[in-house]
């Protein structure tokens, strides 16, 4: 109750003092307007008449009427332009300094603009309460979608590093062939491209040797096809363990023809390792894959067919060259198999 009642004393003490303030102020506009509107006057009418003293005289009484009349109107003027305003809004700051709740507690009358006010502030405190959560709600979900984002990345870059591997895989089965792992022919096609190119631009040795397992088709008929393709893995090993140069190539062409690209070799270096290779083909002796003699029909050779290269043997072509060495396989085929023949 104390409380209330300082609380009260202090509004009214308050009230007293913004009333004086602008009784003075009124006070001060009511003594300054009709002496400015004098002065306007006088000097207004003594523009027109020519003199003052003729103003102050003859026509003082009408001076005095002009400047009762222009002084009234312009304080209605003021009292209604500026000063009720400014009542007001005293009324209003007070009611925002002091709150609207004591107010009413008081029993003290509501007044419309301090309500008004007061209500604008609460519109804008829920709106600006609602513009926080929004921003909050937001904010949560730029964090949940970038935490999606990053999950999708790694799954990309997951998916990316397989794709890769078996790019890299899919590109080595198509180079490579299945059962011997040596180049395939699509492979050999371009290095003997490649080597013939180069062999023709530095004017080089290039030898090309064709390989054919004589009878190979009734070995598979004799021993079983498991057994012939262990043959060929064991063929395929020799010749790989043979040319062991970074610049030798070693393919299958198909079924059991292989072929050997060596740039740089001349034709004697190459008869010779290629009659070791033959022997050693002969002497594998494969039947059962483990290199037992258990059969008379083991044994398997080989047939070789050789062209060579060099600038005072040209070929027009790298399919010539290709072709020159067929046709010595054929000539060795045709004089009895297990020999090797020179392209002519």
């Known amino acids: 109750m104390s409380q209330s009642t300082t609380t009260l004393s202090a509004l009214e003490d308050e009230d007293n003092g913004n009333a004086r303030r602008l009784s003075s102020l009124r006070l001060r506009i009511s003594l300054a307007v009709p002496a400015v509107v004098f002065a306007v006057v006088l000097a207004f009418e003594a523009l027109q008449l020519g003199s003052l003293s003729s103003a102050l005289g003859e026509h003082f009484g009408l001076v005095v009427g002009l400047t009762g009349v222009l002084s009234a109107a312009l304080l209605a003027l003021l009292e209604h332009l500026l000063l009720r305003p400014l009542r007001q809004l005293a009324r209003g700051i007070e009611a925002l300094e002091t709150g609207p709740v004591p107010l009413v507690q008081l029993g003290a009358p509501t007044d419309p603009l301090a309500h008004s006010l007061t209500t604008e502030m ?25 935490r999606e984002l990053d999950h999708q990345r790694e799954a990309l870059d997951s998916a990316n590093a397989q794709l890769a591997a078996q790019n890299r895989e899919l590109a080595s089965l198509s180079r490579n062939d299945n059962l011997t792992g040596l180049l395939n022919r699509t492979a050999f096609e371009e290095a003997l491209r490649r080597e013939f190119k180069r062999a023709q631009r530095q004017r080089g040795l290039l030898s090309l040797a064709v390989l054919d397992l004589d009878d190979f088709k009734r070995f598979n008929q004799a021993h079983g096809a498991q057994t012939g393709d262990a043959a060929l893995k064991r ?3 020799l010749l790989a363990e043979r040319f062991k140069r970074d ?11 292989f072929v050997v690209l060596l740039p740089g070799c001349s034709v004697s270096a190459a008869q010779g390792v290629l009659e070791s290779v033959r022997s050693d083909v002969r002497s594998l002796r494969l039947a059962d894959g483990s290199g037992a003699d258990e059969t008379a029909g083991a044994e398997l050779t080989v047939s070789v067919g050789l062209a060579a290269m060099s600038p005072s043997r040209p070929y027009l072509s790298a399919q010539a060259f290709l072709q020159a060495a067929d046709e010595a396989l054929y000539m060795a085929k045709h004089a009895g198999r297990d020999r090797l023949s020179m392209a002519a």
Do not use: K, N
């Open 122 to 146: 609460d519109r804008i405190r829920h709106a600006m309460q609602r513009a926080q959560d929004s921003i909050y709600t937001q904010d949560q979900d730029v964090r949940r979608l970038q």
């Open 235 to 237: 063929v395929a090993l």
């Open 247 to 257: 610049t030798d190539i070693v393919a299958r062409l198909s079924g059991e023809e």
